[in-house]
């Protein structure tokens, strides 16, 4: 029912259209220079020169109740036909061909002979609802209106109307018509500095985190004012998001700065008003000293809030064996276990996130080997060397993005008792990339009575599910004794529900003839 | 000056469009907790009967509270403090029962502010569910292990340790808490020759304690502890820096000085991220029971579970090694009550 009254509407609207073709010509802008058009319009058509010319951009909008296709235009400007050739004119138009291009409509006056004027047209069709002939009294005015008014006009409805039904639709509109209008011509400051009204208000001197903040703002001239828009951003943020202020009472214009804005170091609004004629202008603040509400900062505290997905532990354990390999002669054992239990704690989530101080954690460590020495035959007399090291251990690794790459850095404070008692040790890394995807660790670590391990690593995430990495490394671990290479790979499965499982092999040696392979296992626990 | 327009510039407007809007009212910015809120309509003395209707937040219904005339051109009435509670005051104002700002199914919202201490406190007070008291008890066994003498007898290194405390939340910031308590420290370590494994450490010792905190989730704590050791009357001191909460995720830097008995330094690591299970892992470098032990490693886990309203239980398992052959186990359990 509201279709076919809409289409006859829509009807009565195009034969007024043709009713004032009756004494127009119209043509095409087919030309823009400097200063000057020209039109597909001649004296073949009755053209003469010194005839009215009128300039149109034709828009393509939908109907705001039946949301079908329809074709309409606004003004741009007038001028007179400067010179009338056979099938092209010249105009010489000025300063207004900054806003014509071609395809832009133009008509010609050619003198009538008879009353154009449209007969009233009475629509027909079943009775709507009053919001809806509100939307159509609304849109029936807006025909060949310039784009200011139109808009205008669909802003005062919606600010008084917020709820309506088809204010969707009329947003959406709305929102077509500023992105032509931004096409056609951006306000100039000029404009908009130019007084509508002023309002009278009071800013809240502080908003608390992530709670919306409600404000009303007094008009002084009503009468002048059609609609207003807030325009707000969270402090230090570059852009502003506009929201439409609700007109109420008629002096009233409310809103609500939406929560998600209310964010530390606080949030920034001015307030902007438009005339029922279009014009704009900034009522309160401005873009560049914005009316501000301060937001403090969330404690300390909730950076540690019970956030799921932070906490994992790690039990990992793998057994190097440097002569594996070595062939020679006598007793040449040369093996290293270590195992550890990893508790970490992520501030930043299991994603990267907006977070210095990244992760927190504490373990424990054994460290347990045999021989150490590359050339070395152990006998009787010249007993094995064993060596072993228990610690404990507290980890941090803090990070950010540099150059859109994530960068972090970590280190490790070790304690521990060995055979010769307490013993300190130290650890530190860089890390390029985010621990859950590519990245690349740089990383050292000295441990009283163990030895050195200095190693690089790749990881890589080939699949969602899965993690390999690669290291390279140099030790004389595990009793300080000849320094070996161990070559590493590892894989890790990652996407089972909370728990992850992590499986190694390495190559190791300390001389040509003396190397070997090892292995190791881990597995991972998330909540 | 934050208010960004100065009313008196307009006001030569406002007594323009008066006439056709009779009342105008400017919300006020905001207001503080408690206080009460005065609110002003400019409108002529002819303005049919002027009422604010308000309500406190949560509150189901509105109470009404009619306007008295200040002057010529304006209108009062002060929202008694008592409904000025946080996060904001709701009100809608009517002339003669058409509203004339905001309405009872829009009304306006007037932010309310707590002072900087009372946001703290209440945001305290809703962490510990209101309960400001808590009673708490610890007792642990740790063996490091035993070694044996050059004549093949079991030196043992082992001690248990009862802590039982009381604490007051006082939220007198930067002064948080009150502590109070008692410990008991008895054990067995080796001598200083390695022949054998003697008695260690105290039977009662108590200590005062304060928990101070200069930013929220910044803590440090200070005890002072009095001990009868073996030797007679000695001193003892702890303090702990800890960042988050107690009972939640948090890291913590400590270390305990006990006169004749021994030192350790701790870091622990602890999460609150499975609801209703707190846990900590701790990393402690150790000579208890005794000052001329050597100093060993332990890594101990504590788990606990609310199993009553405030109450929580809780279990500490965990590892100590004294050197790379010998290690031994800790076990150990807690009981905290908050009320």
């Excluded at chain 2, 405390?165 to 001598?191: H, I, K, V």
Aim: with cysteine; aromatic share 8%; net charge negative.
């Amino acid at each position: 029912m509201h279709l076919r009254f809409a289409l006859a509407i829509v009807a009565a609207v195009a034969m007024q259209a043709r009713a004032d073709t009756d004494a127009i010509v119209h043509g095409t802008v087919v030309k823009v220079e400097d200063h000057e058009i020209y039109v597909d319009l001649g004296t073949s058509r009755g053209i003469a020169d010194g005839a009215p010319l009128r300039l149109k951009r034709p828009i393509h909008l939908k109907h705001p109740i039946t949301r079908a296709p329809i074709s309409d235009w606004i003004p741009i400007g007038a001028a007179t036909i400067t010179q009338a050739g056979s099938t092209l004119s010249r105009a010489v138009i000025g300063e207004l061909v900054d806003q014509v291009q071609p395809g832009d409509i133009a008509e010609v006056l050619v003198v009538a002979e008879h009353d154009a004027s449209p007969q009233p047209v009475v629509a027909s069709g079943p009775p709507v609802d009053p919001a809806t002939q509100d939307v159509l009294r609304v849109f029936a005015g807006q025909a060949n209106q310039p784009i200011d008014t139109r808009i205008a006009t669909w802003e005062r409805y919606l600010s008084r109307h917020p709820g309506s039904k088809l204010a969707p639709a009329i947003t959406t509109d709305l929102e077509t018509l500023r992105n032509l209008r931004d096409a056609m011509h951006a306000p100039t400051a000029a404009q908009i500095n130019e007084s509508v009204s002023t309002v009278a208000h009071h800013a809240p001197s502080q908003a608390s985190l992530a709670a919306a903040v409600p404000v009303a703002f007094v008009l002084a001239q009503p009468e002048h004012v059609a609609s207003a828009y807030l325009h707000y951003r969270t402090a230090g943020t570059r852009t502003y998001r506009r929201l439409l202020l609700v007109r109420e009472h008629d002096v009233y214009l409310r809103g609500v700065i939406p929560a998600d804005a209310v964010r530390p170091p606080g949030v920034e609004y001015f307030v902007e008003l438009a005339t029922p004629s279009g014009r704009t202008s900034i009522a309160l603040g401005s873009p560049e000293s914005p009316t501000r509400v301060e937001v403090a900062a969330p404690p300390i505290l909730e950076r540690f809030a019970a956030t799921p997905d932070r906490s994992s532990v790690h039990v990992d354990a793998r057994y190097l064996d440097f002569a594996t390999f070595d062939k020679r002669t006598g007793n040449r054992r040369d093996t290293m276990t270590q195992a550890t239990i990893d508790f970490v704690y992520r501030l930043d989530g299991r994603r990267p996130g907006p977070s210095f101080v990244e992760s927190l954690g504490v373990g424990y460590g054994i460290y347990d080997g045999k021989g150490g020495f590359a050339d070395h035959a152990w006998t009787a007399s010249d007993p094995l060397p064993t060596a072993g090291f228990r610690y404990g251990y507290a980890d941090i690794e803090v990070g950010g993005h540099l150059a859109s790459v994530h960068v972090s850095a970590g280190g490790q404070v070790i304690a521990g008792v060995g055979r010769d008692g307490f013993g300190m040790g130290l650890e530190g890394r860089v890390r390029l990339g985010d621990r859950d995807d590519t990245n690349l660790v740089l990383s050292g670590r000295t441990v009283d009575q163990v030895g050195y391990l200095s190693e690089i690593k790749l990881g890589v995430r080939p699949l969602d599910a899965v993690m390999v990495g690669v290291s390279v490394g140099a030790t004389d671990q595990p009793a300080r004794g000849d320094t070996g290479v161990i070559l590493g790979t590892e894989l890790e499965l990652v996407s089972l529900d909370r728990v992850s499982i992590t499986a190694r092999g390495s190559w190791q040696g300390r001389s040509t003839q003396h190397g070997g392979v090892g292995g190791g296992a881990g597995v991972g626990f998330y909540w | 000056m934050r208010t960004p327009i100065c009313l008196a510039a307009i006001a030569t407007s406002f007594a323009i469009t008066s006439a056709a809007h009779a009342a105008v009212h400017v919300p006020p910015s905001d207001a503080t907790a408690g206080t009460p809120l005065e609110l002003v309509v400019e409108a002529p003395p002819s303005t049919p009967s002027l009422v604010v209707h308000y309500r406190a937040p949560h509150a189901s219904g509105f109470t009404a509270l009619e306007l008295v005339r200040k002057d010529d051109a304006h209108w009062t009435a002060t929202l008694p403090g008592d409904v000025v509670i946080a996060p904001g005051v709701d009100y809608y104002i009517d002339a003669g029962g058409t509203p004339i700002f905001a309405s009872q199914q829009w009304p306006h919202t007037t932010l309310v502010h707590l002072s900087a201490d009372d946001a703290r406190r209440t945001r305290d007070s809703l962490r510990s569910q209101a309960r400001r008291y808590r009673v708490h008890a610890l007792g642990e066994f740790v063996d490091f292990g035993s070694k044996k003498t050059e004549a093949n007898m079991p030196l043992t290194d082992r001690y248990y340790r009862v802590d039982a405390d009381f604490s007051y939340r006082l939220w007198a910031y930067p002064l948080e808490e009150l502590q109070f308590g008692y410990t008991r420290l008895l054990g067995e370590a080796p001598r200083e020759d390695m022949t054998a494994s003697s008695g260690a450490g105290f039977k009662v010792a108590g200590w005062f304690g304060l928990g101070m905190a200069v930013a929220e989730g910044v803590r440090i704590d200070g005890r002072a502890i009095v001990l009868a050791t073996q030797s007679g009357f000695q001193m003892g001191t702890r303090g702990e820096a800890r960042l988050g909460e107690l009972d939640g995720s948090h890291v913590a830097l400590g270390g305990e000085y006990l006169a004749d008995v021994g030192t350790s330094a701790f870091f622990r690591l602890g999460w609150g991220t499975v609801p209703g299970f707190p846990m900590a892992a701790t990393v402690e470098v150790t000579n208890l029971p005794v000052s001329t032990n050597d100093h060993g490693v332990r890594l101990f886990y504590d788990v606990a579970h609310e199993v009553l309203a405030g109450v929580h239980v809780g279990v500490r398992l965990g590892y100590a090694a004294r050197d790379q052959q010998v290690h031994g186990f800790t076990s150990g359990a807690t009981a905290t009550v908050d009320f």
